[in-house]
């Protein structure tokens, strides 16, 4: 048996080998980044209290492309064909260059406005080699109409843009504890791998597989308490990847289920930034604008540790993953995996309310 002919032996060695990878190459940029002080200072509205490393994205960089190159090396990709074998490299080049973009707001402070510009100018790069929500099918069977629905041009292009760059801010606002963006985007990636195989997607799959690999091997360095930081360059890469296999495999013809799968795993970033979207601007400022009223943040002031709000909104991330693999493919395992979250979740919240009344 080769990785040409088994698709989940080519997705596992993806995963471990980008895992292992990120591991080892983190620690290296995290010397790096001390020896040559490109630190992230502590500030009121930050958790950290000492200078931390915040180059850990190139970390994950590394290892999501080595995965993938060693992938390529042992045959992974030879049963693709070649316009998924495009979508790959396209993905991976945008992915970089929002990665790019990230890094060099770490390292010289860019304004939003042109990290916003540049963002824009990817994603309509990416949408003219292929990456790009094209079509809709009808949900139900209409007489006389086309079973699949082209959207215009402009559509498609406004769809695909929304979508790369929500989905790109959503991850980067969500990095605001240790190990959660990272957490939540591994949890979203294995979400997004088991829905692209159920839906024959094995492009899309060997992307998320690295993706969850990276992020696995970044959390090993990145958990609370946090020895390096992703930093913009890292989160922009994690969300811009996040997007793309989302289009790249579950929703590239959207359905009235596909266009939920992507939807529902990426639910809570994009919940969090458009309340905090709407909460600015209804003050009178700038969408842009610094504060603390993120969920997590949220959550820290109502009484949970850091640790425990991380594993909060993991928990509540991967309850809305197995809902996602439940529409997908409605196997028992999946909805056991729901309600074993949903358990989770209701046990986490009842003990931080016993601690609260053991304190008055």
Known sequence: MTLATSPNAAALLTLFSAALLTALVVPVVRRLGLRWNLVDRPDPRKQHTTPMVRLGGIGIVAGFSLALALTWFFGGFARLDAD????????????????????????????????????????????????????????????????????????????????????????????GLDGLAAGVSGI????????????????????????????????????????????????????????????????????????????????????????????????????????????HHRLLRAGFSHRRTVVLIYAFTQWLAALALVLADAENRFLWLALATAVLIAVVVACRRSMQQEVR
Not at 100 to 113: E, K, M, R, T
Not at 150 to 163: D, G, K, N
Not at 192 to 208: E, I, N, Y
Request: with cysteine.
């Open 84 to 175: 998924k074998d495009q979508l790959i490299w396209t993905t991976l080049a945008g992915a970089l260059c929002y990665f790019v973009i990230g890094l060099a707001d770490d390292l010289f402070a860019l304004p939003p406005l042109p990290r916003l510009g540049g963002q824009v100018a990817v994603a309509m790069a990416v949408w003219n080699q292929g990456v790009r929500i094209g079509s809709i099918e009808l949900p139900f069977g209409l007489v006389g109409a086309e079973p699949m629905l082209r959207l215009p041009e402009i559509l498609s292009l406004l769809a695909t843009v929304i979508w790369l760059v929500g989905i790109t801010n959503a991850i980067n606002w969500l990095d």
């Open 188 to 295: 979203a990636a294995v979400g997004l791998l088991s829905v692209s195989f159920s839906l024959d997607q094995p492009a899309a799959g060997l992307l998320a597989a690295a993706l969850a690999g990276s992020c696995l091997g970044f959390l090993r360095h990145n958990f609370n308490p946090a020895r390096i930081f992703m930093g913009d360059g890292g989160s922009y890469f994690l969300g811009f990847a996040l997007a793309s296999i989302s289009i790249v495999g579950p929703a590239k013809g959207l359905t009235s289920v596909s266009l939920l799968l992507p939807l529902m795993i990426l639910s809570l970033p994009l919940a969090d930034m458009s309340a905090v979207i709407m909460g600015r601007l209804s003050e009178g400022r700038s969408p842009f604008y610094p504060d603390r009223r993120h969920l």
